[in-house]
């Protein structure tokens, strides 16, 4: 297997963080800086080798369309989510320059609702803190074809892991509504719904919720992180809040409060324990790394 550096955050995304293409990177196991406390290129963070590759075989096993390459996942990112979000949330840089530089706020409801909650479905499942939440369900589906006669039972618990994780990602594409306006065929065969009622679950909520945009009027920076997607929810599976920041100015969330919704909130220094609150939750669940734009 060709080992590939596979970004489970992406580079365009990362780049709303930075300065002409550097961001500076805190590692929370050492409690310091990367690179000697220099910024580091965004093509060197947000990645893990081979992290999407998955045998043809193995996830044949659960998709409709013929695999053939160890690079499906990938390619399958790359064209359906990537070249749609990238413009989308590239955007979002100029709006937050406008609101600082002119103090202009305005109503968002020019916003594509439904392709930001694509992205934010996909770039939630991408990450490696849902990868490790996605092995309990590894285990049992192997478990489940020990009983069974299965051409994927030769395959390891991890190699099986690995599968599981991207099959996550792909239901997430699968449910897009780019994937859906294009009628193309379902990617995941339909004995294996337990994994699309979860991505569905998600979505489904996301849509009722309110969205907001917060967007910094001062000198004063979102930090992001290895798990941009921050995810409150209740025991039984009700999300509270959902949170990202989406460029160094601005932090997007869902919420359940209708006031807020379709709106921009400017932060000044009068409420600039905003930013603050949030990125201190950015730290804290961040699978190990957080990426700012400076160093405060």
């Known amino acids: 297997m060709h080992c590939v550096n596979q970004h489970f955050v992406p580079q365009y995304y990362l780049k709303n963080f930075s300065d002409e293409g550097n961001v500076y990177v805190f590692d929370k196991k050492i409690n310091k800086f990367l690179n000697n406390g220099n910024s580091l290129p965004v093509s060197k963070i947000g990645f893990e080798k081979n992290i999407y590759d998955a045998k043809p075989e193995i996830l044949q096993a659960f998709c409709n369309p013929k695999i053939e390459s160890e690079k499906f996942l990938d390619t399958l990112i790359e064209q359906y989510n990537e070249r749609i979000s990238a413009p989308l949330i590239n955007s979002f840089v100029t709006l937050g320059e406008e609101v600082y530089l002119n103090n202009e706020l305005n109503l968002i409801s020019f916003i594509a609702t439904e392709d930001l909650i694509d992205f934010t479905i996909v770039q939630f499942v991408r990450t490696q803190r849902f990868k490790a939440f996605t092995e309990d369900f590894a285990k049992i589906i192997f478990e489940k074809l020990k009983t069974q006669k299965s051409t994927i039972q030769k395959f390891s618990l991890q190699e099986l ?3 599981v994780h991207n099959l996550f990602v792909i239901s997430a594409i699968d449910n897009t509504q780019i994937w859906k306006r294009l009628n193309e065929t379902r990617i995941l065969k339909s004995e294996y719904i337990i994994i ?9 909520q996301l849509r009722k ?6 967007v910094s009027g001062i000198d004063k920076f979102y930090k992001t992180s290895d798990t941009p997607i921050l995810v409150a929810a209740s025991e039984n599976q009700k999300i509270e809040n959902i949170s990202f920041p989406i460029t160094k100015r601005i932090c997007f969330t869902f919420s359940n409060y209708p006031e807020f919704d379709n709106e921009i909130i400017k932060v000044t220094e009068k409420n600039v324990e905003l930013i603050d609150k949030a990125n ?9 790394f957080t990426y700012s734009y400076d160093k405060n």
């Open 161 to 163: 892991s690995n599968a």
């Open 196 to 204: 699309d009622e979860f991505v569905n679950n998600i979505t489904s």
């Open 209 to 214: 919720m309110s969205k907001t945009l917060w």
């Open 280 to 288: 201190e939750k950015i730290i804290q669940c961040a699978e190990r």
